[in-house]
């Protein structure tokens, strides 16, 4: 038999969403292979097999925990395979693979559209082969300019030879664009905790990777009609005002909260700049990056706690980044406002929001919930850590974030599951993991139930 009629068959008999699980869960397998080849670690390092498994869903999802050190365990083979894992995580299956069909001049199918509609959260079909492909081009521009220009400043400023310039400028680009929180040199960006220009350029490279691919290509289509100067007016989607309003208020917000909980500590005897530098830099990176400029641990609880809170947000829809992601968030807040008001619709910039999108946005954000809080309940009792220490852990898992306070590698075999289980469904999604379980052909049902009232609150 065909090998492609074989898939074929294999995916007519189940959904969308549990076939880019399936995929997702099959690269975890083929990643998990591919590491534990000695070819791709240095001589002498050993991995147990639990740490493997870790590492590849750690790598797929994107999230960078790390329970062993990367850098003395793989050789160069295998950083350069951590980063092909990093970009395939990043960008997504169905993208990579419909890329790979577009070079081939292959024609997709409907099938596949359906696939990347579903794996890139897009509402409707028409429009995703274009989505990919300008999405690729303008990550890997990003990337590309942000080595560019990371390495040229490294040469200019720094003692590196050349090879290490260009290794750091690149993969550190590459980090923050892809919004991985990955460390192999052990010193993350701490070396540049004073450097400005550095940390500016990281915190935009971290922005556009999680702002959410569909907002960047609608600012692509705006400036090309600020070009072409056509006479019908340009109207961003309601996702991209929801989308980038959120992610700024929550970026200003978090910054300001995080200046005036370490003002008195941490940020005690700093200039104004330097203490706003860390605040806006931890604002974006705990929203997905994971990238340090010094330590949590000079961070109080309180402001760890805030920490965990903007990782369980994560980043937005569509992009590399995990979490409930900035949409949920807003369409919950929106929620209560209109019934605190009594509102009987939930609008936003004079559009009202279905009712199933705000259906869909209070089940992800309770079932989130739970699941960390459970996550971190069963942790207390199996870890020997300081609660704040696993609600870091726990939270950085679901958002894919990779900030720790150093327990990973310390984690026992049913704290390292947890985590893992954690970024594979951070990676995935809330929502479409608790739809694995919704049958492909639903029975719709042409009677309802009566009515009957019961006492709340």
Same mark, same amino acid.
């Given at each position: ?20 699980? /399936? ?10 292979? !591919? ?48 980063? $092909?894992?990093?970009? /395939? ?12 069909? !577009? ?62 310039? /260009? ?32 940390? @500016?350029?990281?915190?935009?490279? &971290? ?49 300001? $909260? ?113 699941? $960390?809080?459970?996550?971190? @309940? ?38 390292? /599951?947890? &985590? ?16 694995? !379980? ?20």
């Amino acid at each position: 038999m065909n090998i492609y009629k074989f898939i074929a068959q294999i995916s007519n008999r189940f959904s969308t969403i549990q076939l880019i699980v /399936l995929y997702y869960f099959m690269v975890v397998i083929v990643a998990s292979i !591919l590491l534990a080849l000695p070819i791709f670690r240095d001589p002498g390092a050993d991995i147990s097999f639990i740490d493997l498994i870790f590492t590849a869903v750690s790598t797929v999802s994107v999230t960078g925990l790390a329970t062993i050190n990367l850098g003395e365990t793989f050789n160069v083979a295998g950083i350069i395979l951590l980063q $092909c894992l990093f970009m /395939l995580g990043s960008l997504g299956v169905m993208m990579i693979s419909t890329s790979f069909m !577009l070079i081939r001049r292959k024609k997709v199918s409907l099938k596949q559209r359906q696939l990347i509609m579903t794996d890139m959260n897009q509402p409707k079909l028409s429009g995703t082969v274009r989505l990919i492909r300008t999405t690729i081009l303008i990550i890997l521009g990003f990337e590309f300019v942000g080595g560019v220009i990371l390495s040229t400043y490294f040469y200019i400023f720094s003692d590196w030879p050349l090879k290490e310039v /260009l290794f750091h400028g690149f993969f550190t680009s590459f980090s923050a664009v892809a919004n991985v929180g990955v460390d192999l040199t052990g010193q993350m960006l701490i070396p540049f905790h004073n450097d400005y220009f550095v940390q @500016l350029i990281i915190m935009l490279l &971290i922005v556009v990777g999680g702002i959410g691919f569909p907002v960047l290509l609608e600012v692509k289509d705006f400036l090309q009609y600020r070009r072409t100067k056509k006479v019908l007016p340009f109207r961003f989607s309601l996702f991209s005002k929801i989308t980038v309003s959120s992610f700024f208020i929550l970026l200003f917000g978090g910054a300001l $909260c995080i200046w005036l909980l370490e003002y008195n500590q941490f940020f005690k005897g700093m200039t104004f700049t330097e203490s706003a530098f860390y605040s806006f830099f931890y604002s974006v990176t705990t929203r997905n990056a994971g990238l340090m400029t010094t330590s949590l641990g000079n961070f109080s609880e309180g402001t760890l706690l805030l920490f965990s809170i903007l990782m369980f947000i994560g980043a937005s829809p569509s992009s590399v980044g995990g979490g409930i992601r900035t949409t949920t968030l807003a369409i919950v807040v929106v929620y209560l406002i209109s019934f605190i008001r009594g509102h009987d619709q939930v609008a936003l910039f004079r559009r009202r929001i279905g009712r199933d999108d705000v259906q869909k946005s209070i089940a992800v954000f309770i079932l989130s919930m739970t699941l $960390c809080m459970i996550s971190i @309940l069963v942790l207390s009792v199996s870890e020997s850590h300081e609660l704040i220490t696993l609600i870091v852990e726990v939270t950085s898992a679901f958002g894919t974030t990779g900030l720790s306070l150093g327990i990973t590698p310390t984690l026992t075999v049913l704290g390292k /599951l947890i &985590i893992i289980i954690l970024m594979f469904v951070g990676r995935i999604g809330m929502l479409y993991m608790v739809m694995l !379980l919704v049958p492909k052909h639903k029975e719709d049902k042409n009677y309802h139930y009566p009515t009957e009232k019961i006492i709340i609150g």
